[in-house]
């Protein structure tokens, strides 16, 4: 019974590929977020959605382009594939957007691009 | 631009005293401060966090301890036990919904 689910866990595709991979919370938030964990471990977020409206997008490149179908779910689009891409991608929700409230992350995407 | 800091990638204490945890931030903006924590193969779980018209918050054997002056916090886990082992990400925010988070220290609680 995951709260914050993502598939698929692993994920290994050549350069220059598209990939999606899917994001679902079933605790009822409005606010959704995907985080990329780099090679230096450090969590950046990279998108945040509420109710299906985007409102953080940080600075990343646009083959990256979130997609939110309903508040459940906010699935990550990748065009042409990059070595660079190559990371743990974290989904994460939480109940409203702003700063001060508790994120639940999903388990991660382990992307390797070669 | 690494704004919250965990300079300690790893830390170990034995089973039953106090593991420390030490985050520092660079930005002034930064109101509200997380940890978390995080096992193998598993997305990051909240722990505790601390809001800055506070100085202190517990929650059992977590305590967190803010120094807005020296910008820096630390997480007391006392007494340790071999199910903390994991990883914890110190996290901050801002109003402006900027999370940040650090690099995160490794702990190892042996028995």
């Known amino acids: 019974d995951t709260a914050v689910s993502q598939t698929p866990k692993y994920l290994v595709t050549q350069m220059g590929n598209d990939k999606s991979i899917k994001c679902e919370q079933n605790?009822?938030?409005?606010?959704m977020y995907w985080y990329k964990q780099d090679s230096k471990k450090f969590l950046k977020i990279m998108f945040s959605?509420?109710?299906?409206?985007?409102?953080i997008n940080e600075t990343v490149p646009n083959r990256f382009s979130p997609k939110s179908p309903d508040k459940a779910h906010l699935n990550l689009h990748i065009n042409s594939l990059e070595l660079g891409d190559s990371a743990v991608y974290f989904c994460?929700?939480?109940?409203?957007?702003?700063?001060?409230?508790?994120?639940?992350f999903g388990p991660g995407t382990r992307l390797t691009v070669l | 631009d690494q704004q919250v800091k965990q300079n300690s990638p790893s830390l170990s204490v034995q089973e039953g005293r106090i593991s420390i945890l030490n985050c520092d931030y660079t930005?002034?903006?930064?109101?509200?401060f997380l940890w978390y924590k995080k096992y193998p193969a598993e997305g990051p779980t909240f722990l505790i966090s601390i809001s800055s018209i506070k100085d202190k918050n517990e929650d059992g054997r977590f305590t967190v301890f803010l120094n807005k002056s020296a910008k820096h916090l630390s997480l007391h886990i006392v007494p340790s036990q071999p199910g903390d082992s994991a990883v914890y990400f110190c996290a901050a925010s801002a109003s402006n919904n900027d999370m940040r988070f650090g690099a995160g220290t490794r702990l190892t609680v042996k028995p």
């Open positions: 605790l009822g938030h409005d606010t």
């Open positions: 994460a929700s939480s109940q409203v957007a702003g700063p001060y409230n508790e994120q639940f």
């Open positions: 959605y509420n109710n299906k409206e985007l409102i």
């Open positions: 930005n002034s903006m930064f109101d509200y």
